[in-house]
Structure formats: C-alpha cells, structure tokens
C-alpha cells in the first residue's frame, strides 16, 4: 500500500504535488462552466424577450422535454450518470422560466400571457 504521509504526520510533497495538478484542472473547469453558463442565460435572456414580445408561454415542456432526452444520451455517452445530467438541466431551466415569467411580467407594452 502506497503511504500519503511522512509518518511525521505531515503530507508526502509529491502527493500534494498530484492534489495541487488535479485541483488546478478543477479550477479551470469550472471557470469554463461559469462562462459557458454565462453564454446560455445571455441566449436564454433573449428568447425570454421573444417570447415577452410574441406573447408565448414561458415555459416549453415540450422543447424540454427533448433536451433532456438528449442530454441523457449524450450523459451516457460520457459515462456520466444521466440523472444527474437531467437533475442540472431541470435546474438550469427552471431558473430560466423564472426569468422570463419575470421579463413577461415587466416587458413595455405587454401584458404577461393569461396561465
Ligand atoms: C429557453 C427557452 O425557454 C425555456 C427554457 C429552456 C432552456 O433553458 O433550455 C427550454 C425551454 C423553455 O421551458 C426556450 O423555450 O427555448
């Protein structure tokens, strides 16, 4: 068995070496995620607008419902757990019917759809 420790009870150099590269690949991850994220509630935002101007519904279970087929196959695909993939798009989506119930509820000249 491989020790993480001196035995002097501080950790082995090279193990924190290993944690500090792992957590450096974390980091740039999750920078890539926030931005990513930051790009789709931009598009999302938009469509919010559309919908406000158009008088369409907020929500589009039917669109969704598609999304979640994919991103479950997509998830498997990737050997990640497909129901945590669908757990963070049914996240994601409702923060965004949130916003656009919002900017229905605000855009100039409209008033929200009935429902
Ligand atoms: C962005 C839209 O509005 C809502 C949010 C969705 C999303 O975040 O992907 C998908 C469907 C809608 O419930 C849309 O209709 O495309």
């Known amino acids: ?10 950790v082995d150099p090279a193990v924190l070496a290993e ?3 792992l957590r450096d ?16 509630f931009k598009a999302t935002q938009q469509v919010g607008h ?4 158009h008088r369409l519904p907020p929500a589009d279970p039917a669109r969704e ?3 979640i087929a994919r991103l479950r196959a997509l998830a498997e ?3 990640l757990d497909p ?5 963070f798009l049914n996240f994601i989506v ?5 916003h656009h119930e919002r900017i229905a509820e605000t855009a100039p000249g409209t008033t929200p759809p009935a429902g």
């Open 77 to 79: 695909d990737a050997k």
């Open 94 to 98: 409702a923060e965004v019917i949130r």
């Open 50 to 53: 559309l919908k406000a101007a």
């Open 83 to 87: 129901a945590f993939a669908e757990k």
């Open 19 to 21: 944690l500090t590269r």
């Open 1 to 10: 068995m491989t020790t993480s420790s001196t035995g002097t009870g501080e």
């Open 25 to 40: 690949s974390i980091d740039n991850i999750d920078a890539a995620v926030v931005h990513m994220l930051a790009e789709r």
């Open 65 to 67: 419902g598609r999304q």
